[in-house]
């Protein structure tokens, strides 16, 4: 497939929900407790208690903000016992979050 057709398929695939998921991922790049929290779980599997402690920020905060993430899938879960511990779901946003940091950090 030459480089034109390529571009035209991707159009295509503009339809509304992929328009949609697309800007509620950036949604959840706009939020800098979001951020810290993506940041983090690309760091390490981490509960909520561990999220909160690590990032200054009260358990209810953490735990509404990882059901947004949780929804559009960029984080999983898995449960041990009674504790519940959450990590990154997809590298793709991962890799756009390191980009964007390093963005910002380009002098």
């Known amino acids: ?6 571009g035209k398929n991707k159009i295509n695939c503009l339809n509304e ?3 949609f998921i697309v800007s509620q991922t950036f949604k959840a790049l706009s939020d800098n407790t979001r951020i810290k929290i993506l940041y983090l779980l690309s760091q ?3 509960s909520v208690n561990e999220i909160a402690e690590v990032l200054e920020l009260h358990q209810s905060t953490v735990s509404h903000q ?3 993430l949780k929804n559009l899938r960029l984080v ?9 511990f ?3 779901d997809d590298q793709h946003i991962i890799n756009l979050l390191q980009q964007a940091i390093d963005h910002a ?3």
């Not at 497939?1 to 390529?6: A, F, V």
């Not at 999983?76 to 519940?84: A, C, L, N, P, S």
């Open 66 to 68: 990882l059901s947004f």
């Open 76 to 84: 999983k879960f898995r449960r041990e016992g009674t504790t519940v």
């Open 44 to 46: 390490k599997e981490c």
């Open 17 to 19: 929900e992929t328009l």
């Open 105 to 107: 950090c380009h002098d």
């Open 86 to 88: 959450y990590s990154n």
């Open 1 to 6: 497939m030459n480089p034109e057709e390529e």
